[in-house]
């Protein structure tokens, strides 16, 4: 028995009268109890309290005052009380789960107590009352009871002890009072007490399923309200750095036409190397330090905004007599990007390129404002990087020039009017044509157009490795069977050398016109080496391996050093020209120049020097111990046929024959 007792005992803080509350269900469901039941309990304790006084009427003169008078008294200031508690806090806002707890206990404690003293009442009533009256209280009682269990519906823990404390009593006398009559009427009180009970426990599992349902839905609701905020911040910002995104600042610049700002474009320099270098995931990281960066500088006034890629945008308003904050700002996020940024312990430099166009003084619509931004953008590359430009109208006029060469560029490609000359290069030793080198013209409007004009805007437009294999082709299949085996010298842009095929095309072009690889040489420039040293560690490799010869041109101009040099294996190395022009005249100069060739000698590198003009800055090269030389002094860049021309009499050069008769063979 004891171990029954335990079960028991263990069983009773299993038993809860109200609902826990600790799923959102429970506390869905406490909260509309409580609702309801402010609604309802005044309601039932009122009609409890009309049916006191209607049963004590109804026993007066049968009983003593104190049941017919003075019980019904009591019992109806009780249930005034109770209702009017209720009353009182229909006017205060939902309270807090663990009062709603503590006033729902407080129910099904009052109504047990109360219940129990109305069925005590009839049950001292019903003793006292002949045939009769007695069926009059059961009914009294029966009634109330169904009433009481009705207002209490929704919460069927405590209609049940109405139904059990106040109703039972009686209903029990009724069984056993020994007269058919009566037994048959308690038989159907608690037919009908089971059918209104079960009725209303299918009422209160359907109150229940409309609550799950409803919280179902609110939380569909609100998952939908969360999906759709989801996908306006995946719509309109970056995932990356968080920031907006290029649909945010369309957005933006429909709705904010009304007012002034200036709209600035930034443009991350070099930041493709490192990202091709690192890896993305540093690539990732620094495009989050930048755009913390942009968001400091900018502040509350602005907004920034990526683009897409390194590209970033920022939008700042500002009053008509205050331009020079836009320009301010500008000036700060180049000098705050320059500043080195420590990522996995390494020290990344990069830079910025800021383009400026205000509206409304530049545009007066957001695409033409992103296109005049986009254009001072371009002018901040232009002139150096790391500087920021503010639109004006003749760039706007410059663009289009540049689009109408680009244009026409397709055009002349198609029609055939570019073509190589050839400039020679001479050994300066003895004076002899060793070689050439490939530059391209274009035949346009009836005038020839010097690389210098084009070849930047075929680069930035992606024609240049087109114009590239195509001139070499065509210079591959005129020169392959001149009478002196001489080289062939072209020119490899750094953009060029980040196309992983480039070695292929190039080795395709000689198989195709049987042009010998040991006669072509490739000159790449030292800015090559610093922008993606790998890949044109390996488009150089594949060239090498077919005999292809290798030239590092315009040294002394970019940030090469003696391990780029030892990294690849050049044949020759190439001095820029503005190092060989006035060098008779520049003691500066002249120190570089030996200096470059006292490293070349000791790397047993040849050295050719380019842009030579003067006999007297030939004779010094010549004394320094400089191999070969081109410039306009041993002639200009000639067409195939002034070459063969030049192959077919054999003689030097006439600036290269006077050379070597005043320096000596």
């Not at 171990?3 to 005992?9: D, F, I, P, Q």
């Not at 010998?516 to 030292?526: A, K, M, N, S």
């Not at 002094?633 to 030049?646: A, I, Q």
Request: hydrophobic fraction near 45%.
């Amino acid at each position: 028995m004891s171990g029954v007792w335990r079960y028991k005992a263990s069983m009773l803080p299993r038993i809860h009268l109200v609902r826990s509350g600790r799923t959102k269900l429970d506390r869905a469901i406490l909260t509309e109890q409580y609702r309801v039941l402010g609604q309802q309990i005044p309601l039932m304790y009122t009609l409890v309290f009309l049916d006191a006084v209607f049963l004590g009427f109804a026993s007066y003169g049968s009983v003593s005052t104190r049941l017919s008078i003075l019980a019904p008294i009591l019992l109806g200031i009780a249930a005034a009380t109770r209702s009017l508690l209720w009353v009182a806090r229909r006017g205060d806002a939902i309270p807090s789960l663990r009062k709603i707890r503590r006033y729902l206990i407080g129910t099904v404690i009052a109504g047990a107590l109360l219940s129990l003293a109305f069925g005590g009442w009839a049950l001292l009533l019903f003793f006292e009352a002949d045939l009769a009256r007695r069926t009059c209280i059961a009914l009294y009682i029966f009634i109330g009871a169904i009433t009481c269990c009705y207002c209490l519906q929704t919460f069927p823990v405590a209609a049940w002890l109405v139904m059990g404390f106040g109703a039972s009593p009686v209903i029990l006398c009724l069984i056993a009072s020994g007269d058919r009559f009566l037994i048959g009427l308690g038989i159907n009180i608690i037919l009908v007490s089971a059918v209104v009970l079960r009725m209303f426990g299918a009422t209160h599992a359907g109150f229940v399923d409309v609550l799950a349902s409803r919280a179902e839905m609110a939380a569909g609701q609100r998952r939908a309200r969360l999906a759709e905020q989801r996908a306006h911040q995946l719509a309109y910002h970056d995932p990356l750095t968080g920031l907006p995104n290029r649909r945010a600042l369309a957005e933006y610049l429909r709705s904010a036409e009304p007012h002034r700002f200036g709209l600035m474009l930034v443009d991350l320099d070099r930041f493709k190397s490192i990202n091709d270098v690192h890896g993305h995931p540093i690539g990732d990281q620094l495009l989050r330090a930048v755009a913390g960066r942009l968001s400091w500088v900018v502040g509350e006034g602005g907004r920034s905004y990526r683009l897409g890629g390194d590209e970033f945008a920022i939008t700042l308003p500002y009053d008509g007599d205050d331009l020079d904050r836009v320009r301010s700002v500008a000036h700060a996020i180049v000098r705050e990007v320059a500043r080195p940024f420590l990522i996995d312990e390494r020290m990344h430099h990069i830079g910025a390129s800021v383009g400026i166009a205000l509206y409304p003084d530049d545009a007066s619509d957001a695409d033409t404002l992103m296109r005049r931004a986009d254009v001072a953008l371009y002018q901040a590359k232009e002139a150096g990087r790391g500087c920021y430009c503010a639109f004006a109208s003749q760039m706007d006029a410059e663009i289009r020039r540049r689009s109408t060469i680009e244009a026409e560029m397709r055009d002349g490609l198609t029609q055939g009017l570019f073509y190589p000359r050839y400039q020679p290069i001479i050994d300066l030793r003895t004076g002899h044509v060793t070689g050439f080198e490939l530059l391209a013209r274009w035949r346009r409007e009836d005038a020839e157009i010097g690389p210098d004009q084009f070849i930047p805007i075929a680069e930035e437009c992606g024609l240049l490795n087109t114009l590239m294999l195509d001139l070499l082709d065509r210079a591959c299949s005129e020169t392959r069977d001149w009478t002196v085996p001489a080289s062939i010298a072209i020119n490899i842009s750094p953009g060029q050398l980040r196309d992983d095929w480039l070695s292929h095309k190039i080795l395709s072009v000689l198989a195709r016109t049987g042009f010998p690889p040991q006669r072509l040489t490739v000159e790449i420039t030292e800015n090559a080496l610093i922008v993606d040293a790998e890949k044109a560690h390996h488009a150089i490799e594949s060239l090498k391996n077919q005999g292809v010869q290798l030239a590092l041109d315009d040294f002394g101009t970019g940030y090469a050093s003696i391990q780029h040099l030892r990294m690849l294996p050049f044949d020759k190395i190439k001095i820029d020209r503005s190092f060989v022009d006035s060098l008779n005249e520049s003691t500066e100069k002249l120190r570089i120049v030996r200096a470059i060739l006292g490293l070349a000698g000791t790397l047993e590198l040849p050295v050719v020097a380019e842009g030579i003009e003067t006999l007297e800055t030939a004779e010094m090269l010549r004394s320094l111990g400089c191999a070969q030389g081109q410039g306009y002094l041993f002639g200009r860049p000639m067409d195939k046929e002034e070459v063969e021309r030049w192959l077919a009499d054999g003689v030097m050069p006439p600036a290269a024959e006077a050379l070597i008769r005043r320096s000596g063979p």
